[in-house]
């Protein structure tokens, strides 16, 4: 079974600043995938960003990064130049890859972070 | 292109009664997963539907079921309601064919059980 653990329930940073958000997974397969995906109070789960496991280089989106430490089974997301649109909660996922015989499992989420944007 | 359509949006119900949520995929999309979002919590997956057959569980009881239909919607049966099924549930889908594909969410059904 995965787990997914994202140790800090809120985090608060003024606009414009550069803030990291954490997350750490445990699992025993070899291929899989790792997602963050954004809440808002509409509720709509969006996705943020996607890294697959086997390769190297850290997925960019725009203003949004990541820091995948596959040894570590550390995947940590970086927004920059944060916006006031960018207040949400903010989940990490993780799913194995179905050619890894992991089947058609589930998205396994963490508890999230509450991301607030100050004016 | 419609994302992935839910309904309804918000539900209430007594202990003891039986639901049902349905789902739309996303156009092109062909599997269906539900989750259940407690208040404060990640979503948990529920299952998983695939050609119309539940393919993956997650650690939820019998209670639970669901359908997929020829045109890939899909339904969440609830039945004998608990206070503890007061929750978001989250309807997602992709497309099994491409696991490069990630899930796509819906806007969720808010179901309150009273």
């Known amino acids: 079974a995965q787990t997914v653990t994202q140790s800090q329930p809120e985090m608060s940073v003024q606009e414009a600043e550069t803030v990291t958000l954490s997350c750490t997974y445990d699992t025993s397969e070899n291929n899989y995938y790792l997602f963050w995906y954004k809440q808002p109070p509409s509720r709509q789960m969006i996705l943020v960003i996607r890294q697959e496991a086997y390769k190297q280089q850290n997925a960019t989106e725009n203003r949004f990064s990541v820091n995948f430490q596959k040894a570590a089974k550390s995947f940590s997301l970086k927004i920059s130049d944060s916006q006031l649109g960018d207040t949400a909660m903010y989940f990490c996922a993780f799913i194995p890859s179905m050619y890894s015989g992991g089947g058609a499992d589930g998205l396994t989420f963490g508890k999230g972070t509450h991301l607030i944007i100050q004016p | 292109d419609a994302g992935v359509t839910q309904s309804p949006t918000h539900l209430i119900k007594t202990r003891g009664q039986q639901v049902t949520l349905r789902c739309s995929p996303k156009s092109g999309h062909d599997t269906v997963s539900w989750y259940q979002q407690a208040l404060g919590q990640g979503p948990q997956f529920i299952f998983q539907y695939y050609e119309e057959e539940e393919r993956q569980r997650g650690n939820f009881p019998d209670r639970f079921s669901g359908h997929q239909f020829p045109n890939y919607s899909s339904e969440l049966n609830v039945n004998a309601l608990l206070l503890g099924d007061s929750a978001l549930y989250l309807c997602?889908?992709?497309?099994?064919?491409?696991?490069?594909?990630?899930?796509?969410f819906g806007d969720g059904t808010r179901l309150s059980i009273l």
């Open positions: 997602a889908s992709s497309g099994r064919s491409d696991s490069n594909q990630p899930q796509h």
